[in-house]
């Protein structure tokens, strides 16, 4: 299968040429044709499937059709729960609608809203945004939800994980009833499930790669390193990885930061990004490592799911997640796009059921090594 054979117009096609797409990923393939004729989308998908582009191409070709001449009002709201989902959301629809007419306006709290409105006040068909700074600027007047067509929940769960589901509760009270909806979740806990079924229209159900099976690129290893000897450990897989990009997650910002700072004294460029950080810092710690210029980036859980690069070679678990789903998210940041990649985590003594809970969910064990 390839794009040509999704019904897709020439610019769209042109651009993912440009950015060497070839084949549609399965989640592309299963919900592009349906989101094209106009269905609700149920979508269940682990990250690093190409969800992103399976929602963003048909909305472009959908808005492609409907351009209007005079001043444009919002029809298709993105929400998304954090910034760094937001920003990498945006990247995309630039590079799909390259040549094409709609445009965007993307809105995140943490910086001044005065260049958001000053583009909202032009007029834009796509509003890519977070729950609190939506709501906010929606009091305000800014924004105008009555004429929404396309409605896209990303990341469901994460919105249950950060305590934004009932903005976006109240966000849903302001848009239009009729309304196409396209609903996406790495996983479907009961909770979301319920929301699922209260907004979604006789949808189409698209899973692909549950949640308990990690990716099939990413080889993983376990090592046994207790609290103190971590430091070290880290130290050493980093130079003798021979890998240029390296992405370690902490459970804590304060672990971030901590794990960062240890890095940068044995010279080895590391930057700390977590929901602490001004996003002014935040991109700048994404950008420096996404250009080179970084080798190591020490995130936590909160900003993971925004980390968007092809070529990650590395992920390391300095802290084993206490939540299992969660390993598997980390380590989806690797083995992207048809690429291999290497999860490696560091297990201390208190850490094991951790690993236990994470390895019921794999279905299989975790290889162990040894340095």
Not at 76 to 100: C, F, H
Not at 257 to 280: C, E, S, Y
């Amino acid at each position: 299968m390839t794009f040509s054979e999704l019904s897709l117009i020439e610019p769209i096609l042109t651009a993912l040429e440009k950015k060497g797409y070839k084949h549609p990923t399965p989640i592309q393939n299963k919900a592009i044709p349906h989101i094209l004729a106009g269905r609700d989308v149920l979508g269940c998908a682990q990250t690093g499937t190409g969800k992103t582009a399976a929602f963003a191409i048909p909305i472009l070709q959908i808005l492609d059709k409907n351009i209007p001449s005079q001043k444009r009002s919002i029809s298709t709201l993105i929400l998304t729960p954090t910034r760094e989902l937001a920003i990498q959301i945006e990247e995309n629809i630039v590079d799909y609608g390259a040549s094409l007419k709609s445009s965007y306006c993307v809105i995140f709290g943490g910086v001044s809203q005065q260049q958001q409105t000053q583009k909202l006040r032009k007029g834009v068909d796509i509003l890519i945004a977070t729950p609190g700074r939506l709501l906010d600027l929606h009091q305000q007047g800014f924004i105008d939800l009555r004429h929404i067509k396309q409605f896209v929940l990303d990341e469901a769960d994460r919105m249950l994980d950060m305590g934004f589901i009932h903005d976006v509760k109240k966000i849903i009270q302001l848009i239009p009833k009729n309304r196409q909806t396209l609903f996406f979740s790495a996983t479907m806990p009961k909770t979301i499930q319920q929301l699922a079924n209260s907004i979604l229209n006789n949808p189409v159900t698209v899973t692909v790669a549950p949640v308990s099976s990690a990716t099939e690129k990413v080889e993983q290893r376990l090592y046994f390193s207790e609290k103190e000897a971590k430091k070290d450990t880290l130290i050493r897989l980093v130079n003798e990885s021979n890998c240029d990009s390296v992405l370690v997650f902490t459970r804590t910002k304060h672990g971030a930061d901590k794990v960062a700072r240890f890095l940068n004294k044995v010279k080895i460029t590391a930057a700390a990004i977590h929901g602490n950080k001004t996003q002014n810092a935040r991109q700048k710690a994404l950008n420096d490592f996404k250009d080179g210029k970084t080798k190591v980036l020490v995130a936590t859980d909160i900003v993971a799911r925004g980390i968007d690069i092809v070529e990650l070679e590395l992920v390391v678990n300095y802290e084993i997640p206490n939540i299992a789903e969660t390993y598997v998210h980390r380590i989806g940041r690797t083995g992207r796009a048809g690429k291999t990649g290497l999860a490696i985590s560091l297990c201390e003594t208190t850490e094991k059921p951790y690993v236990k809970d994470i390895e019921k969910i794999l279905g299989t064990k975790i290889p162990v090594f040894s340095l």
